[in-house]
């Protein structure tokens, strides 16, 4: 394999971007002068606390903006999974009712909803959730009364982006007191986010995930929706959600959704290319290699690929060698490989899901690094058969 070519190259290959992106420049910028010097608690009354109030309230203005809710119903959260947990605790808490999702949802969806007894809705090959299927699940038969469904915008393993106005449709005739919530987590990167979610009645999002720090997310909620409050003390966020705010988080998840909404376009055109370049050149060079969900089906951004005659987890460290950084759709506890559970709701074979691979794009990725997995996989794959 040929040594990097330039200092840039010298880093690894990052093809990780589902789990986490670096951050922009431009929110590196953003967040600097809140660590600094406007470092005041923004609950406070004096000249300080008040510039970092108004820092927060220009940020909950730019995020409303890019996904289509009113600022009024913006909620700053810890990130995607406590944004998920306070949207089908919080509905369920205020309602007395149960939830409802996808068996392909993430996991900060899933659990709450399996917590509260809720159920889950079959999803077809593709990924896509089986109305059908939906239909009886709202039905008066089948158990508690739903109160949400919750149904992610771009799924973070197969890349499959729902059809939201679909479901929505569904919940409104079977359901109609029951409100619609999206993890667009993955979504915002990917989707015209006021087009995709309009029928959602909630929407999580995770800075980390589109060039912002970790440790902040958001929840949108529509005018009218509410929520019971899980995290109890100051009453921050309009009661909904209490604790000191994390100002220079809030400000630099703002200015990396701003600069995202404003670069979506060519970024999706840019990376959309690289990523069919990957595919192509991965399922061109390897047997047995396939893509599990058709392109035009899915983001921009993943790759996810199931190759026969490995285990992925072999392939990681193999790839890690090659400073190719990618992952498994797939986790590993206590040394056993267990299949996906987004896979296996999509009716792929355990062994076949034994060698599913993960290749994530993002704003960052750059073309050396698809030359530098086109080069390395094939071989990896040739070592471990």
Not at 97 to 104: I, K, Q, R
Not at 227 to 234: E, F, K, N, S, T
Request: hydrophobic share 45%.
């Amino acid at each position: 394999m040929a040594p990097p070519s330039t200092a840039a190259e010298q880093r690894p290959a990052y093809l990780d971007c589902a789990a986490s992106t670096p951050m922009r420049p431009c929110a590196v910028d953003a967040m600097m002068p809140y660590l600094e010097m406007q470092f005041a608690n923004p609950s406070g009354a004096h000249r300080m606390a008040r510039a970092s109030r108004a820092a927060i309230d220009d940020a909950r203005e730019i995020a409303a903006s890019a996904v289509g809710f009113d600022p009024h119903g913006i909620v700053f959260t810890s990130g995607g999974t406590e944004a998920d947990n306070l949207a089908v605790r919080g509905v369920a808490a205020a309602t007395g009712t149960s939830a409802l999702c996808p068996a392909t949802e993430h996991h900060a969806v899933l659990h709450p909803v399996e917590a509260l007894g809720g159920r889950t809705v079959r999803v077809h090959a593709d990924g896509q959730v089986d109305l059908v299927h939906l239909k009886a699940q709202l039905g008066p038969d089948a158990g508690p009364a739903v109160g949400l469904v919750s149904v992610m915008l771009v799924n973070n393993e197969s890349g499959v982006i729902a059809d939201l106005d679909a479901v929505a449709e569904v919940v409104h005739a079977d359901a109609p007191g029951a409100l619609l919530h999206t993890d667009a987590v993955q979504g915002v990167n990917w989707t015209e986010v006021p087009e995709a979610a309009r029928s959602a009645d909630l929407l999580s999002l995770s800075a980390h995930k589109f060039g912002g720090p970790k440790g902040v997310g958001l929840l949108a909620l529509r005018h009218g929706v509410s929520v019971a409050a899980q995290v109890l003390g100051g009453g921050q966020e309009a009661e909904r959600r209490s604790g000191t705010h994390n100002t220079a988080g809030i400000v630099a998840l703002g200015a990396a959704l701003a600069e995202l909404t404003a670069n979506r376009t060519a970024d999706n055109k840019r990376i959309g290319a690289l990523r069919d370049r990957l595919a192509d050149g991965l399922t061109g060079a390897i047997e047995g290699c396939v893509e599990t969900v058709p392109r035009t089906q899915r983001a921009a951004g993943i790759c996810q690929l199931l190759i026969s005659g490995i285990e992925t987890e072999a392939l990681l460290v193999l790839l890690d060698r090659y400073d190719v950084m990618a992952s498994a759709a797939a986790s590993c506890a206590s040394g056993a490989m267990e299949p996906s559970h987004v896979l296996a709701a999509m009716g792929v074979e355990r062994t076949a899901a034994a060698g599913s691979l993960r290749l994530s794009l993002g704003w960052c990725t750059q073309a050396w690094e698809i030359d530098r997995a086109i080069e390395a996989i094939p071989p990896c794959v040739e070592q471990l058969r």
